[in-house]
């Protein structure tokens, strides 16, 4: 028998949790009314695509380690990996605060944008014209087609 690679462990804890995860979307109660989108599509179709995804990453096939052991780091100490694992998280936390108050375009424009130039992306017009369109077109697809409410926090709409 042969040892599972680290992506298939992975892989399969992550479809064990996906199928729990639909096993509880698909326990979500049908709207009565009828709707186009019900309340348990957008649960389903995560739990889905979670579940595929699981599968992929079952079947990928592990890099091949390097020649040396010890591969050394260049570049600047807040743009090591860990680092950016801690500083990815506080601005996630930073965001949960931020987003009553400031509303979740400038919130989320400002997590956009600020992680992209965290992670070295150096073209900031565009990086900031991107985060812009994707969120404000989020915000209306939420809030005009789904009748999702998202705080308006600062901004008047």
């Not at 479809?15 to 509880?24: P, T």
């Not at 109660?29 to 186009?36: G, I, M, W």
């Not at 979740?104 to 565009?126: D, H, I, K, N, T």
């Amino acid at each position: 028998m042969t040892r599972l690679h680290a992506n298939q462990t992975l892989g399969l804890i992550l479809a064990l949790f996906s199928l729990g995860y639909l096993w509880m979307a698909f326990a979500i109660p049908s709207f009565p009314l009828p709707r186009p989108v019900d309340s348990d599509a957008f649960p389903k179709a995560l739990g889905l695509s979670f579940f595929v995804l699981s599968v992929f990453l079952f079947f990928e096939r592990p890099e091949t380690p390097p020649a040396t052991d010890k591969v050394a780091f260049e570049g600047t100490w807040w743009q090591r990996p860990t680092m950016q694992v801690i500083a990815t998280s506080l601005a996630i936390i930073v965001y949960a605060f931020a987003l009553q108050p400031l509303g979740f375009v400038v919130a989320s424009v400002a997590l956009g944008f600020g992680l992209s130039c965290l992670y070295g992306y150096q073209r900031w017009v565009v990086s900031m014209i991107v985060s812009f369109s994707v969120v404000v077109s989020l915000y209306l697809t939420m809030t005009k087609a789904l009748g999702i409410y998202l705080p308006t926090g600062i901004l008047p709409f």
